[in-house]
């Protein structure tokens, strides 16, 4: 019976020491990788501290690491149970702050009472998440429901494992807790990042069963360093892989850096030409031959070449066949060209679109949202929803304001400049969420002008110029700043920013990127007659567009006080 405890305590620990140090890996080398931040998590310093744990006690046996681990483990348990909940945050500090002080205390005296201290730290901890469980108000999801079932179990059975030690019967529960531990992560794993759970925990898990089975026969010394070679063997065999491939395969990439490298190289093109021969030139380097895309049309492999939809590769020059991974690779990329050509075909047709608009000299650029801003919204929620969900969030409820803005006012002739800034700032939160800390926006309206009506949304083509020719082309950060007041009986609106200012010779005559600018010029026209005038100032220090309208036309002022509208983004 002691052999099989000892045997199962092996396995645990063995398994807990290769599954953390592995996910460890993971997420913190994704972590210094990632330059947009994600929402902030604890699950990279739970795995540090679960994998210091799991492998000082497979083969170290440190007593200061073990007195450091058994402290933070309750409180980071904790915290990745109530991850998010500002109201908690003083439990968890003061949590923390106990973990810390007893695990000094067991490094620097030898005391009986001490040495409950680890169970004393799992009991409260198990015992808070049990009751701020029974206290949550937040309405659940179904998928949630059964994650909260779960962990409510497991707390409960770690309380129960450490009253057991408390009350001197910590033999009954012996390795319990660290099972327990060991469970808790996996079924958090597998709820929140079910990915990453199938992806490492799952592909290595079964990794490591295979080579268990070939050592529990063994004698306990043959055992332990077998399992420990095994630990290190999918390094081992990482590297042995890369080196084959890039050595005798002569692959210069592998899959996931082809599948980037492809990405890369694509998605700039901005006609299905240039897209097929730049797809053509990316799949030749990264699969060392001469390749060709035909699209429409369904490729033909030459014998010992290799094809996939639209995609055909000729045989390798120096005599090296394809394989099976070649052929996953391919079809691989192959979607992924096809996904690209799809948004490629959907530029081409909104161009076409707007040529066809512009020759039938038909109004509906009456500052309208620009096609291409929608899509490249979409595109930067779609990029937010898994990293930073609170963003993705945010820009939806800005991207909705934005467009109920414009159905409201697409019947309204003139609107208060207090509401076309408001507009703008949703536009811009979009824009934020795109260009990030690129993108800097001031903004200073006088309150007296703040309750003036102008022509809805004529201020918006102008911010969207100005990010569009400025923010966009500045390597650094683009700076636009909006300023309403009124002068000499006027109101003027200025939008500025530090870009590169308009081509030599621009002029809102010409058909061309100024349709924006001689839409409003248009409008103004049309409202204003000769009263109301669009002028700009271009230079190497940005550029400066100025309306000056006269502040009685339309229906006046809206009344009431809104303010001073003055604030930086």
Known sequence: ??????????????????????????????????????????????????????????????????????????????????????RWRWTLIAMYGAGIASALARGLFENDLLDLAPAVMLAAASTTGLLLQAFARRPLK??????????????????????????????????????????????????????????????????????????????????????????????????????????????????????????????????????????????????QTAAEVAFDASAVAADDGLAEGSIRLAPRPDGIPFLSDDRRLLQSLAGALGVVRENVRFREREQRLRWLASRAELKALRAQINPHFLFNALSVIAGLVHYQPELADETIEQLAQVFRYTLRKSENEWAPLAEEVDFVSSYLRIEKARFGERLQFHCDVDPAAARLLIPAMSIQPLIENAIKHGVSAVEGCG???????????????????????????????????????????????????????????????????????????????????????????
């Open 1 to 86: 019976m002691d052999k099989l405890l000892d045997v199962a305590s092996l396995v645990v620990f063995a398994f807990g020491a290769v599954a953390f140090s592995i996910l460890t890996v993971f997420y913190w080398g994704e972590r210094l990788r990632r330059k947009t931040p994600r929402k902030p998590t604890v699950f990279p310093e739970f795995t540090l501290v679960c994998a210091a744990a799991f492998v000082n006690s497979l083969f170290f046996h440190a007593a200061i690491v073990d007195d450091l681990t058994s402290g933070l483990l309750p409180p980071l348990m904790l915290h990745l149970v109530f991850e998010g909940g500002r």
């Open 142 to 287: 179904a998928g949630e429901r059964a994650h909260r079932r779960w962990i409510g179990a497991l707390l409960a059975l770690m309380l129960v494992c450490a009253a057991a030690n408390l009350a001197g019967f910590g033999a009954l529960a012996g390795p319990l807790p660290d099972y327990l531990l060991l469970t808790f992560f996996c079924v958090t794993l597998y709820y929140r990042e079910r990915l990453v759970f199938f992806d490492l925990l799952v592909k290595r898990g079964v990794f490591f069963a295979v080579g268990l089975a070939a050592v529990v026969r063994l004698p306990w010394s043959y055992a332990t360093v077998t399992l420990a070679l095994w630990f290190v063997a999918p390094w081992v065999y990482a590297f042995v892989e890369r080196a084959v491939d890039r050595a005798w395969l002569r692959r210069p990439y592998s899959a996931q850096d082809a599948e980037r490298q492809f990405i890369r190289d694509i998605q700039s093109a901005t006609t299905e030409d240039e897209l097929r021969s730049t797809a053509a030139a990316s799949l030749g380097g990264i699969f």
């Open 479 to 569: 700076t636009v700043t909006l300023r309403a007041a009124l002068e000499d009986g006027l109101l003027s609106v200025e939008v500025m920013d530090n870009g590169p200012g308009f081509p030599t010779g621009f002029s809102l005559e010409e058909r061309g990127d100024g349709h924006g600018l001689r839409n409003v010029a248009e409008r103004l026209r049309g409202y204003y007659g000769d009263s109301a005038r669009l002028s700009w100032e271009s230079g190497q220090s940005g550029t400066r567009v100025v309306l000056t309208l006269p502040p009685s036309s339309g229906s006046g002022s809206t009344g009431g006080d809104n303010g001073d509208t003055r604030f930086d983004r």
